[in-house]
């Protein structure tokens, strides 16, 4: 089964920009459907985006839309996150997310594995 690994998370002021990784080992991302997903303590772990597993095809939700950018390296067998124009409401633990299917579903019960998570602080 593949293990997912999220790196990349800090600390940055509002307005600015952060790249999280998620590397994959004992699978291939590109056999899977991939997602990010976000976590404030005390709060249900929200979707952000997935990167469907045929025919490259992103999805985001209404909140990161034209902010984040969800993409996937064959190569390096990595998902990337790149996140824009941060606002203090994207604080938050973000963690990285698989599943075999190919249905484009949200949900994070859909989702079988998922990364340790990698904390992410933006300051007003």
């Known amino acids: 089964q593949v293990q997912l690994v999220e790196s990349g998370g800090g600390l940055v002021q509002a307005g600015g920009s952060l790249r999280l990784s998620c590397a994959a080992s004992?699978?291939?991302?590109?056999?899977?459907?991939m997602g990010w997903f976000r976590q404030v303590r005390g709060e249900e772990r929200e979707f952000i985006a997935t990167?469907?597993?045929?025919?490259?095809?992103?999805y985001y939700a209404d909140s990161v839309k034209g902010r984040f950018t969800i993409s996937r390296d064959n190569a390096k067998n990595t998902l990337y996150l790149q996140m824009n124009s941060l606002k203090s409401e994207d604080t938050a633990v973000y963690y990285c997310?698989?599943?075999?299917?190919?249905?484009?579903?949200?949900?994070?019960?859909?989702?079988?594995?998922w990364g340790q998570g990698t904390q992410v602080t933006v300051s007003p």
């Open positions: 004992g699978g291939t991302v590109s056999t899977y459907t």
């Open positions: 997310a698989a599943k075999r299917s190919p249905v484009l579903d949200t949900t994070k019960t859909s989702y079988d594995y």
């Open positions: 990167f469907l597993r045929f025919g490259g095809i992103t």
